[in-house]
């Protein structure tokens, strides 16, 4: 990228390395009053390209052999044929690719064929970006057996841990709020790079609470956790996700991690900034933490 366009990017004043470097706002009050944690996954917790440059690319090479193996189960069939009822619907759209009818029963040169056109339709369909939920279900369903057998790991900052179970000692609760399906969260924690998160939090939200750039949704997910707005903290990475959070009266911190999009300095200027969870973290003595036992470790 250009000078000029970077700098049109991060703002018309450019780069503030100093006030930067020290911060507009002073993030130690940051945890004060603070009773729930809410944390955004992409950019936040996990590295922004995680999803397209681990999970879209698993889909595409494995596609194929996700389907012979599972090929007679229904639940592939059933994610074959909404593909098909799909590809019906866009018949219109340039490059569809229709799948023909099939059964378990069918003979092999039949089933491959039918295979064929299932893995063309797929990669046709995630060539165009396309969310429809016949691409998400089967996305999902592959993912979940990839977790599963240990193919994907989540992948988690390092420093993400060792903070949550900071605020856990200090009688705070972290929840989830992220666009991926409450489902895919779970698979994304559970099976992750830091091992089973799961116990670490006390509930999860996604779209189906609303959409995370509407104010509504903050509100509702704070009537959800049964806490004021203004005791709750929202890291996110994502600017038009923390001003709705702000309007519904949480407290809201911006995180920077290596390749997210860089924040203007307007951003900067109106919101706390974390480079990794570790600046919010909350001194337990080592004491306490053994005589918690192994779940404080
Ligand atoms: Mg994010």
């Given at each position: 990228?250009?000078?000029?366009?970077?700098?049109?990017?991060?703002?018309?004043?450019?780069?503030?390395?100093?006030?930067?470097?020290?911060?507009?706002?002073?993030?130690?009050?940051?945890?004060?009053?603070?009773?729930?944690?809410?944390?955004?996954?992409?950019?936040?917790?996990?590295?922004?390209?995680?999803?397209?440059?681990?999970?879209?690319?698993y889909?595409?090479?494995?596609?194929?052999?996700?389907?012979?193996?599972?090929?007679?189960?229904?639940?592939?069939?059933?994610?074959?044929?909404?593909?098909?009822?799909?590809?019906?619907?866009?018949?219109?759209?340039?490059?569809?690719?229709?799948?023909?009818?099939?059964?378990?029963?069918?003979?092999?040169?039949?089933?491959?064929?039918?295979?064929?056109?299932?893995?063309?339709?797929?990669?046709?369909?995630?060539?165009?970006?396309?969310?429809?939920?016949?691409?998400?279900?089967?996305?999902?369903?592959?993912w979940?057996a990839a977790y599963?057998?240990?193919k994907i790991?989540?992948?988690?900052?390092?420093?993400?841990?060792?903070?949550?179970?900071?605020?856990?000692?200090?009688?705070?609760?972290?929840?989830?709020?992220?666009?991926?399906?409450?489902?895919?969260?779970?698979?994304?924690?559970?099976?992750?790079?830091?091992?089973?998160?799961?116990?670490?939090?006390?509930?999860?939200?996604?779209?189906?609470?609303?959409?995370?750039?509407?104010?509504?949704?903050?509100?509702?997910?704070?009537?959800?956790?049964?806490?004021?707005?203004?005791?709750?903290?929202?890291?996110?990475?994502?600017?038009?996700?923390?001003?709705?959070?702000?309007?519904?009266?949480?407290?809201?911190?911006?995180?920077?991690?290596?390749?997210?999009?860089?924040?203007?300095?307007?951003?900067?200027?109106?919101?706390?900034?974390?480079?990794?969870?570790?600046?919010?973290?909350?001194?337990?003595?080592?004491?306490?933490?053994?005589?918690?036992?192994?779940?404080?470790?």
């Amino acid at each position: 990228m250009s000078d000029r366009r970077l700098r049109r990017r991060q703002g018309t004043a450019g780069t503030d390395n100093k006030r930067r470097a020290d911060g507009p706002h002073d993030i130690s009050g940051l945890l004060d009053g603070v009773s729930v944690v809410l944390l955004d996954i992409e950019g936040t917790t996990t590295p922004i390209t995680f999803v397209k440059d681990e999970l879209f690319p698993y889909v595409r090479s494995h596609v194929r052999q996700h389907l012979e193996e599972h090929w007679k189960e229904e639940e592939c069939q059933e994610d074959i044929a909404a593909l098909r009822k799909q590809a019906k619907e866009d018949k219109e759209m340039d490059g569809v690719v229709l799948i023909p009818e099939c059964t378990t029963d069918d003979d092999e040169e039949t089933r491959r064929k039918v295979l064929s056109a299932v893995v063309d339709n797929v990669l046709w369909n995630m060539d165009a970006d396309r969310k429809v939920t016949a691409l998400k279900q089967l996305q999902g369903h592959m993912w979940r057996a990839a977790y599963q057998t240990g193919k994907i790991k989540g992948e988690v900052y390092p420093d993400v841990v060792p903070a949550i179970r900071g605020w856990l000692e200090t009688g705070r609760q972290v929840y989830i709020y992220s666009s991926g399906s409450v489902e895919a969260q779970k698979l994304l924690f559970g099976f992750s790079t830091e091992g089973d998160l799961l116990e670490l939090f006390s509930g999860h939200f996604d779209t189906t609470t609303g959409l995370k750039v509407e104010t509504e949704s903050y509100r509702r997910i704070a009537k959800a956790v049964g806490c004021d707005p203004a005791n709750i903290l929202f890291l996110t990475d994502v600017v038009r996700e923390a001003k709705p959070s702000r309007e519904a009266g949480m407290k809201t911190c911006l995180t920077v991690r290596p390749g997210n999009a860089p924040l203007t300095e307007e951003d900067w200027a109106n919101y706390p900034v974390i480079k990794s969870f570790s600046e919010l973290a909350c001194n337990v003595s080592p004491t306490k933490m053994r005589s918690r036992g192994k779940a404080a470790t």
